[in-house]
Every structure is written in structure tokens, then in C-alpha cells.
């Protein structure tokens, strides 16, 4: 089982930038690859960023250029910056991680972009 913990999520302004953070505890010595999700009020959850076990990224061609993902070097946290933020960013954002037993999911942190 794995476990994921995400934190930084808020209020900005359009314009602003956020951090979020992702923590996985548990069995993270098999995590192949781990995300960010976002579901918006009338839009179905969908890939933001993923960061493989070797450290290839993949990213939504709505956040290219203005997102970031990275995680440490103990690949037990995932964090996402997130710079000029749009108000169509307004969402509750996921952290996933699947290993070879599994898929799991954080219990989501709101972002609102508004001014």
C-alpha cells in the first residue's frame, strides 16, 4: 500500500504561482511513476504531470511552459510548481502513484485562481 499526502494548495491570483507537494509513505520502493490530476467543476479528472521512477517527465499540453514537476532524490515526494496560473486552472488537484501492485490516489487539494 502507499499512502500520499498532498499540501499547498489555495487561493491565488491570476498571474500567481503556487507549490504543491506530494508525500508517499508506505511501499514507495516500487513506485514506477507518480502524478498530478486535476478535476475542474465540469471537467472529468484529467494528467497534469507525471514524473517516471527514472526521472522522465510528461506534462498536459495546457500546462506546458508554466508547470513544473520534480520530486526528491528519496522519490518519496512529488511537488508541482505551478507559475502564471489562469483561472481555468480552478481545480481540485491529485497526486497518483502505481506501482506493480497497484494504483493510489491522494485525497486532493483545491486550487482556486481568482482575484
Known amino acids: 500500500q502507499v499512502q500520499l499526502v498532498e499540501s499547498g494548495g489555495g487561493l491565488v491570483q491570476p498571474g500567481g504561482s503556487l507549490k504543491l507537494s506530494c508525500a508517499a509513505s508506505?511501499?514507495?520502493?516500487?513506485?514506477?511513476?507518480m502524478g498530478w490530476y486535476r478535476q475542474g467543476p465540469k471537467i472529468p479528472r484529467e494528467l497534469v504531470a507525471g514524473?517516471?521512477?527514472?526521472?522522465?517527465?510528461n506534462y498536459a499540453d495546457f500546462v506546458k511552459g508554466r508547470f513544473t514537476i520534480s520530486r526528491t532524490n528519496a522519490k518519496n515526494t512529488v511537488y508541482l510548481q505551478m507559475n502564471s496560473l489562469k483561472t481555468e486552472d480552478t481545480a481540485v488537484f491529485y497526486c497518483?502513484?502505481?506501482?506493480?501492485?497497484?494504483?493510489?490516489w491522494g485525497q486532493g487539494t483545491q486550487v482556486t485562481v481568482s482575484s
Open positions: 514524473i517516471t521512477s527514472s526521472g522522465s517527465t
Open positions: 497518483n502513484a502505481r506501482n506493480n501492485r497497484g494504483n493510489y
Open positions: 508506505g511501499s514507495i520502493d516500487n513506485i514506477a511513476y
